[in-house]
Nanobody
Framework: QVQLVESGGGLVQAGGSLRLSCAAS????????MGWFRQAPGKEREFVAA????????TYADSVKGRFTISRDDAKNTEYLQMNNLKPEDAAVYYC?????????????????WGQGTLVTVSS
């Protein structure tokens, strides 16, 4: 079973940037699509972004399009979420996830593997 460990969360001012990382315990290239979800206090978990196992396909929630970029470095078994122009409403715990099905990420089906989460706080 692949294990995922997120890092890179923290406190940033509105308009600032953060890059989240998610390190996998073993190879995920060509095996697992990767993605990010987030959950703010009192709200349901929501899909943020996903990248296919090949790295050629990406998809984003409408709320982050044009501001967030997902990528993967398969040589390092790591995926990233570059977050620019952060807004207070982006504050949440961000979870890395992996699944063998790319489409599961936006179909509302919970990916099979999850990280422990990293907290992002955005001050206004």
């Amino acid at each position: 079973q692949v294990q995922l460990v997120e890092s890179g969360g923290g406190l940033v001012q509105a308009g600032g940037s953060l890059r989240l990382s998610c390190a996998a315990s073993r190879r995920t290239s060509s095996l697992y699509a990767m993605g990010w979800f987030r959950q703010a206090p009192g709200k349901e978990r929501e899909f943020v972004a996903a990248i296919s196992s090949s790295g050629y396909g990406t998809t984003y929630a409408d709320s982050v399009k044009g501001r967030f970029t997902i990528s993967r470095d398969d040589a390092k078994n790591t995926e990233y979420l570059q977050m620019n122009n952060l807004k207070p409403e982006d504050a949440a715990v961000y979870y890395c996830a992996a699944d063998k099905s790319y489409s599961n990420f936006w179909r509302g089906l919970a990916p099979e593997i999850w990280g422990q989460g990293t907290l992002v706080t955005v001050s206004s």
